[in-house]
């Protein structure tokens, strides 16, 4: 089954509730917030995206959980997504930050100086869909071997397997 | 260098023991969540192995850094600042749980950098998630943290849970805590085997293994496996507990508790095993946050967090339960943080045992669940269910759930995002360990090579878990 082909309306999204999410949603007028994993998610720009980390970094969510990509493979131009999980552990409260990236070469800012953490994160996401950091401080393969080619995460990507030669016993 | 050895027949004087810094070791306690912080000594603050003593001049000083270290060898001439060495300690060392490599560069016996090379248990398991449909899922899950499966056969479900909209009955849900918790206490009870074996207890790695066994027999008798159950299934457990269950929870209540005091004896006052632990590995509250580090090694620094009291699940917030939480961040609270920890798992399963409500243990949601036996002979409905559920499996409705549990290696999520089919379109693990080993660096930068082994088994990592 594909995914929807693309995401919700964006502009009619109200502002958040939440006093926090209220104030960065000023900070940051392109951000769109919604609810969805059961969580606050806030989708932003690839520009944005470091900015926005940061101030909401400033702005209580101080624990950085997860890192991760997501292979929409129907959705264009924008196949490619960024999760970004932070915590608020004094409320507490959860926020995902969604980058979405376009295809073929996704890129978008590196994390890495907002949440120092992002660095094994940010090179699983490099190594298994092939999405750059820019600013990354060592941007390298990091669960599969250098040379590997290819990045295995990424739908288009096949299931490996070594085939199997089924043939008709010799009658004789 | 007072007492040189004598050149000629390389004998030393008897140490100086005087010279040792004041306050290398010394009697701890941990403070609960929510109490009021005890009275600091003043001795330790929270830069731990980055402080020096107060004292700490000339050759105390010395001793601190570990130059006063006296062996058998010459003294060797000083090493320029230029001088380092970068080693490998790994992937086939026995105290890397696994098969972990560190690359260190060294200046003399000072860690200078440190980088965690990982992926030599990469078998990519999040792409066989996107291939197996939701009710195998929790089959494939299972063996990525492989000392605490159950955990991560919750988190799975949960998530499934959550986007399928069922609820799970009473029984169901108290079964998970009973079993998460005894798992939480089998995981403990191997770091404390492995992290005693690591700094030369030998004796704790045979202790903490025994009694692993008796919660490893039950989880057989149980799931039928030692390991890997694939027993929290989406929709509830596999299996009722079996006959006689009670007898086996009370035996385990009865005899770990033994076993604790005994490690406690062993190790908690132990002058060897706290000179070796304490200042050593420290990590400060604010790194945790900015590393992702959680669980136990967080709690030792003082992050006040479990996502059991924070984001309940299974009914936690009806179970009543300490969270110990240190203050210095070093090897040693993580240890007096893991064992109360064992305590407070403990309490919790006879709570779980005490209250266990009758009734199913899975939902009665028959597009989620396997109709009974008996039914597939009566009912052609029942029988189709089967076969489709075996056969193609449940479609789980288009969306995307966010579940942590508190594995005893600290948050482990499950990221699931479903196009509305029978397989995740994706499934992203955040493992704990992961996070916990991006860390290293931090708490070895600048410590001595001696303590490596130290920290790195405070972690407590599961290479298969950071992996995955």
Not at chain 1, 154 to 172: I, L, M, N, T, Y
Not at chain 2, 292 to 297: I, L
Not at chain 2, 327 to 332: A, I
Not at chain 2, 349 to 369: L, N, S
Request: a negative charge; one cysteine or more.
């Amino acid at each position: 089954m594909a995914p929807e082909t693309a995401p919700e309306e964006q502009a009619a999204a109200p502002a958040p509730a939440d006093p926090v999410l209220a104030g960065l949603a000023e900070a940051f007028p392109g951000a769109v917030f919604e609810e969805a994993a059961g969580h606050d998610v806030a989708r932003v720009g690839p520009d944005d995206a470091a900015g926005f980390a940061a101030a909401a970094r400033d702005a209580g969510y101080t624990m950085f959980l997860d890192l991760c990509a997501v292979d929409h493979l129907h959705r264009r131009p924008q196949r490619y997504e960024v999760v970004l999980n932070l915590l608020d552990p004094s409320r507490p409260a959860r926020l995902l930050i969604k980058v979405a990236l376009d295809a073929p070469d996704p890129a978008m800012p590196s994390m890495t100086g907002v949440f120092p953490g992002a660095n094994f994160y940010e090179r699983e996401a490099y190594d298994l869909f092939g999405v750059r950091f820019e600013g990354h401080p060592d941007l390298t393969r990091i669960l599969l071997p250098e040379e590997w080619e290819g990045h295995p995460l990424r739908k288009d990507a096949p299931v490996g397997s070594v085939p199997v030669q089924f043939k008709e016993p010799d009658e004789r | 260098m007072s007492n040189p050895p004598d050149i000629v027949t390389g004998e030393l004087e008897a140490a100086d023991v005087s010279r040792r810094p004041a306050g290398a070791s010394e009697h701890r306690e941990l403070w609960l969540s929510g109490t009021e912080l005890p009275p600091d000594t003043g001795r330790w603050t929270s830069e731990g192995a980055q402080e020096l003593g107060e004292d700490a001049e000339g050759e105390a000083l010395a001793t601190q850094m570990g130059a006063g270290v006296r062996d058998d060898y010459l003294e060797r001439s000083e090493v320029s600042d230029e001088e380092t060495q970068i080693i490998n300690m790994g992937p086939q060392h026995p105290a890397t749980h696994g098969v972990l490599r560190l690359n260190l560069e060294l200046d003399g016996e000072t860690i200078r950098r440190v980088k965690p090379i990982i992926g030599y248990l990469h078998t990519g398991m999040e792409k066989t998630a996107e291939t197996l449909t939701f009710a195998q899922g929790a089959t494939n899950v299972t063996r990525m943290d492989y000392l605490s499966p159950f955990h991560n056969e919750l988190a799975f479900s949960l998530a499934t849970e959550q986007l399928l909209g069922v609820d799970i009955p009473p029984r169901a849900r108290v079964i998970r805590v009973l079993m998460t918790e005894l798992n939480r206490l089998s995981s403990h009870l191997v770091w404390v085997a492995t992290q005693g074996m690591d700094v030369g207890a030998l004796s704790m790695m045979l202790y903490g293994f025994r009694e692993r066994e008796l919660i490893l027999a039950f989880f057989e008798k149980t799931t039928g496996l030692r390991m890997n159950h694939n027993y929290i299934r989406p929709g509830g457990v596999a299996a009722d507990l079996p006959d006689g269950w009670e007898e086996d929870v009370a035996e385990i209540l009865e005899v770990i508790p033994r076993g604790i005091a005994d490690y406690e004896t062993l190790l908690t006052e132990n002058p060897i095993f706290m000179e070796r632990t304490q200042g050593v590995g420290v990590i400060t509250p604010e790194e945790c946050h900015a590393f992702g580090v959680t669980g136990p090694n967080a709690r030792a620094a003082g992050v006040d967090w479990d996502l059991r009291k924070a984001f309940p699940y299974s009914g936690f917030e009806e179970y009543e339960f300490d969270v110990p939480t240190g203050r210095h961040g070093d090897v040693y609270d993580r240890y007096l943080v893991r064992i109360e920890e064992m305590r407070q798992s403990l309490s919790l399963v006879r709570q779980a045992a005490e209250r266990m409500p009758r009734g199913d243990y899975r939902t009665d949601d028959r597009k989620v669940t396997p109709p009974p036996r008996a039914r597939i002979d009566q009912s052609m409905e029942a029988l189709i269910h089967h076969f489709k559920i075996f056969t193609e499996g449940f479609r789980v409705p288009e969306g995307e759930a966010y579940q942590a549990v508190e594995s005893p290696r600290g948050e482990l999520g499950m990221y699931l995002v479903s196009s509305g089919g029978a397989k995740p379109w994706r499934l992203h693990v955040r493992a704990p360990s992961f996070a916990n080993v991006q860390a290293l660096p931090v708490m070895l930068a600048d410590s001595l090579i001696a303590d490596t082994i130290a920290t790195l088994a405070s972690l407590d990592p599961v290479l298969g878990d950071v992996d995955r």
